[in-house]
């Protein structure tokens, strides 16, 4: 009897022992670290020096400078080299910045003009339109008369297939007159000249004219109608001192 009162004491106090244990060995939380010191803001850096105006650009000329002295409405209808009509109609609206290109000079009774327009906006190095010489004989007297001469310069006519054909010729046309025909070539089988002014007020000239050219004598190959109304200012010339 008493050795089984032993062995319940030593084993309840192994237990309370244990449980001792235990509970002595818990962990404590540990202690909070030291907020660390804000870095400082850097200096900021210096701004660069505003850089120099530039000079202005000189002032361009505009398109409707060369637009204010009228136009010529033109029309060639034909049949291209390959047998394939064309019917081309445009406006060349623009002088060329070679003044002298828009020239009348009055020779009593007798009057000259030579204009130049074109298509595009003007540059000496390429042009693309045309030129009229135009002189009237004994002007706005019964025997007034006319001759005519229109050249083309890289005159492009383009057709809906995406092809053209270059106008780079003189045709000649008169009436009563053939004092400014050198050849046959490029001179009309028909032509005439309608509804022609000048006002020597105003320099305005105005006219229509109409001229077809053979086969033979154009560059085509195959006959040709060139049409059209002039309706524009030209600058006098008065001469120069020799």
Known sequence: ???????????????????????????????????????QDGIDGINGADGQDGQDGADAIGLEDFAKYGSIDLRV??????SVAFDYETELEF?????????????????????????????????????ISLDVI??????????FE????????????LTYILLDD?????????????NNYGLASTFTISDYSFDDTTNNL?????????????ETGNDLSIEGTVDIVVFENVGSRD
């Open 1 to 39: 009897m008493k050795n089984n009162f032993l062995r319940i004491l030593g084993a309840t106090t192994l237990i309370l022992f244990v449980a001792s244990s235990i509970t002595s060995c818990s962990v404590e939380d540990g202690v909070d670290g030291i907020n660390g010191v804000d870095g």
């Open 77 to 82: 209808q034909g049949m291209r080299p390959d």
């Open 95 to 131: 002088i060329s910045p070679q003044l002298y290109n828009n020239n009348f000079q009055d020779d009593d009774p007798d009057h000259e003009f030579y204009f130049l327009r074109l298509l595009d906006a003007p540059n000496v190095d390429e042009v693309n339109g045309a030129a």
């Open 138 to 147: 004994d002007a706005g007297l019964a025997s007034q008369s006319f001759s």
């Open 150 to 161: 229109i050249q083309f310069s890289d005159f492009a006519i383009f057709s809906d297939d």
């Open 170 to 182: 003189d045709y000649f046309g008169s009436i009563n007159t053939n004092n400014r025909v050198s």
């Open 206 to 218: 105005k006219f229509s004219f109409l001229m077809t050219v053979d086969g033979v004598n154009n």
